[in-house]
């Protein structure tokens, strides 16, 4: 009998897979706007459906998660999000982009709760941090599928075709790979779950102040950087797909390495550092002036919001004012609406002002998650009554 991988290794895996199908989609989002013939504020609208289908999941898919468990959730998700790519991609107006879209953003949803729940589990079960590093391999697959959507446009593949086949070896490639794993235990309920809406405290929103600029420019440069290099400078569908993979490339590398350093320099000089790197890299996307320049500035963008969000949910994980639980909660519903407020919004202004105002935009936030990096130093627990 062969002997099973280690967890840590099978949870590596689940991330690492669950964005290699997640972002088959974006290398192709430039060849489907034209194909729909709409202008990018119609698509940064479309685009709203994946994670408003996420965010439906994430709100009141976790019984449903729990109840069939790890593996068939993972299979499950990993298959409805391929089948939904594969249909959108055969979509002409956004309405039925956005359909499809929502439909895969369920899909999304499902491998999100499971798979850091997973983590979370196995990091416990081992004593040791895994978290950080399980997003590196989340980069790594936005990475492979980068470089592999770049390939098959610059050779003039459809979309669809492009996409059935990623759906179809995502599909194989989970079946191998997880169906002898067993999943973690749980681990003993420290106190009860949060709810399911999240009153934030004035220590919550600085921390979301924050995090506002990463996940901001993060989703510019996973949806819009093929649509930025394609348009501003005219380059092949290979070059532009790279802005997306090395994105995907740094934010992985600096995720990979990420803990020895938080751990040796303590998390405001790594946030510090990484909000230095995000500001200089949408100077460099905003203000290019050559293809070089902006795969330059796009590099830099993952390098700073590659542990933006990890640190976030740490410090608020941290805070004494309340359960730990609820305190993440709160974080993550607020944090979210950016996923869903952003695609609409650089949308609208790359249609109506360019699109490198839709990265300069960016610039402002950059500056308040400066202020806001204070919001990281560990809270101080409350004095006990004499």
Do not use: C
Request: aromatic share 10%; net charge positive; no cysteine.
């Amino acid at each position: 009998m062969r002997r099973p991988f280690p967890a840590h290794f099978s949870v590596y895996f689940s991330f690492f897979i669950y964005a290699l199908t997640l972002a088959a989609m974006f290398p192709r989002l430039g060849d489907l706007q034209r194909q729909m013939g709409i202008a990018e504020g119609m698509l940064g609208l479309a685009l709203i459906g994946a994670p408003l289908g996420a965010q439906i999941m994430l709100m009141f898919g976790g019984p449903l998660v729990e109840r069939l468990g790890y593996r068939k959730v993972m299979m499950i998700g990993v298959v409805l999000l391929g089948v939904a790519e594969v249909a959108a991609s055969t979509a002409t107006s956004a309405v039925v982009f956005f359909g499809f879209w929502a439909v895969g953003g369920l899909g999304i949803g499902m491998v999100e709760i499971v798979v850091n729940l997973e983590a979370d589990r196995v990091e416990h079960r081992l004593g040791r941090r895994i978290m950080n590093r399980s997003h590196a391999f989340w980069s790594i697959g936005f990475f492979i599928a980068g470089m592999i959507g770049a390939g098959v446009a610059q050779l003039g593949v459809s979309p669809t075709i492009h996409l059935a086949v990623m759906a179809v070896a995502t599909t194989t490639l989970t079946v191998v790979f997880l169906r002898n794993y067993q999943p973690a235990p749980a681990r003993p309920a420290a106190e009860g779950a949060a709810p399911k809406f999240v009153r934030p405290t004035r220590g919550i929103l600085l921390i979301v102040a924050f995090t506002l600029s990463a996940m901001l420019l993060e989703g510019a440069g996973f949806d819009w950087s093929v649509i930025f290099m394609r348009d501003t400078y005219h380059t092949v569908p290979f070059i532009s797909g790279m802005a997306l993979a090395l994105t995907a490339l740094t934010q992985g590398i600096t995720r990979f390495f990420a803990d020895n350093y938080v751990d040796r320099f303590g998390p405001v000089p790594v946030a510090k550092a990484s909000i230095l790197t995000l500001g200089i890299g949408v100077l460099f996307v905003t203000f290019s002036i050559n293809p070089v320049t902006a795969l330059i500035g796009f590099a830099l963008l993952g390098v700073g919001n590659g542990v933006v969000f990890p640190l976030a949910m740490s410090a608020a994980a941290q805070r004494t004012d309340r359960p730990a639980a609820t305190n993440v909660a709160a974080l993550a519903q607020l944090s979210f609406i950016t996923f869903l407020i952003a695609p609409a919004l650089l949308g609208f202004v790359a249609e109506h002002l360019g699109i490198r105002v839709s990265f300069g935009i960016g610039i402002p936030f950059v500056l308040l998650s400066w202020y806001a990096v204070r919001s990281l130093s560990p809270t101080k627990p409350k004095a006990l009554p004499a």
